[in-house]
């Protein structure tokens, strides 16, 4: 039986991916900062699906990953990375870097340095086409996304001998509780459960960058063509 981590367990997207890792026969690992919301849905899963659900309480910002590792007891198959800070206006900016990007990189490097993925097969890390163009209102936003969009791409070729595949997912507007407060096109807004099945089916094909829906590929190759006098006057 396969066993998937989702950092970020309590977010939106990650628990509709751990639902449908869950659909396929994989066992859960959900992590978070507020465990009594993970409760509640290792209840659902358990209850819904039959398969087991361990919970554990993980601040990203302050917790130590190799101590996670040692409290569990099964081997993980895939890291799944789904937490993510938002907010505007931008006042908090080194909370929105670090839980956006400083914290998955030390996540990450720390399981490498101290040889924790032996067994791992797949890493999926969420990011967002955000980090494609920087704009004035989410500039420390977009930033952190980039970021992590060129470390994840650099932690799959250095991981590639190891046979670990490393997934980079930009994501566009999707409907969830960090979103609800934004006017955003109805029309552009994907549901959290079809981005969750895309996802998956991504990581059957071992494939290393997509954008989720697939139409914000084609949105961001036009968004970056838009030449800089003209993106200052619309942001």
Same mark, same amino acid.
């Given at each position: 039986?396969?066993?998937?981590?989702?950092?970020?367990g309590?977010?939106?997207?990650?628990?509709?991916?751990?639902?449908?890792?869950?659909?396929?026969?994989?066992?859960?690992?959900?992590?978070s900062?507020?465990?009594?919301?993970?409760?509640?849905?290792?209840?659902?899963?358990?209850t819904?699906?039959?398969y087991?659900?361990?919970?554990?309480?993980?601040? *990203?910002?302050?917790?130590?990953?190799?101590?996670?590792?040692?409290? #569990?007891?099964?081997?993980?198959?895939? #890291? =799944?990375?789904?937490?993510?800070?938002? @907010?505007?206006?931008? =006042?908090?900016?080194?909370?929105?870097?670090? #839980?956006?990007?400083?914290?998955?990189?030390?996540?990450?490097?720390d399981? *490498?340095?101290?040889?924790?993925? @032996?067994?791992?097969?797949?890493? =999926? #890390?969420?990011?967002?086409?955000?980090?494609?163009?920087?704009?004035?209102?989410?500039?420390?936003?977009?930033?952190?996304?980039?970021?992590?969009?060129?470390y994840?791409?650099?932690?799959?070729?250095?991981? %590639?001998?190891?046979?670990?595949? *490393?997934?980079?997912?930009?994501?566009?507007?999707?409907?969830?509780?960090?979103?609800?407060?934004?006017?955003?096109?109805?029309?552009?807004?994907?549901?959290?459960?079809?981005?969750?099945?895309?996802?998956?089916?991504? %990581?059957?094909?071992?494939?290393?960058?997509?954008?989720?829906?697939?139409?914000?590929?084609?949105?961001?190759? *036009?968004?970056k063509?838009?030449?800089?006098?003209?993106?200052?006057?619309?942001?």
């Amino acid at each position: 039986m396969k066993n998937v981590l989702i950092i970020g367990g309590n977010s939106d997207i990650g628990f509709s991916l751990g639902q449908q890792f869950t659909k396929f026969g994989y066992n859960l690992i959900l992590a978070s900062k507020n465990l009594s919301n993970l409760e509640h849905k290792k209840k659902l899963i358990e209850t819904n699906f039959k398969y087991k659900c361990d919970v554990y309480k993980f601040d *990203v910002e302050n917790d130590d990953i190799l101590s996670l590792f040692d409290k #569990i007891d099964r081997d993980i198959d895939t #890291i =799944i990375f789904s937490n993510g800070y938002f @907010e505007r206006p931008e =006042i908090n900016s080194y909370k929105i870097i670090n #839980i956006n990007y400083l914290s998955i990189v030390k996540i990450c490097e720390d399981l *490498v340095n101290n040889n924790k993925i @032996e067994n791992l097969k797949n890493i =999926i #890390i969420l990011s967002s086409v955000a980090g494609d163009r920087g704009k004035k209102n989410n500039s420390i936003y977009s930033s952190a996304k980039a970021g992590l969009t060129a470390y994840a791409n650099g932690l799959n070729q250095r991981l %590639h001998k190891k046979k670990v595949n *490393v997934m980079n997912v930009k994501i566009g507007w999707v409907k969830t509780k960090m979103t609800s407060n934004l006017n955003l096109p109805f029309l552009l807004c994907a549901s959290k459960d079809d981005v969750a099945k895309t996802i998956y089916k991504s %990581h059957l094909k071992n494939k290393t960058n997509i954008y989720v829906p697939a139409y914000w590929k084609l949105i961001m190759f *036009v968004y970056k063509l838009i030449p800089n006098f003209i993106f200052k006057i619309l942001n």
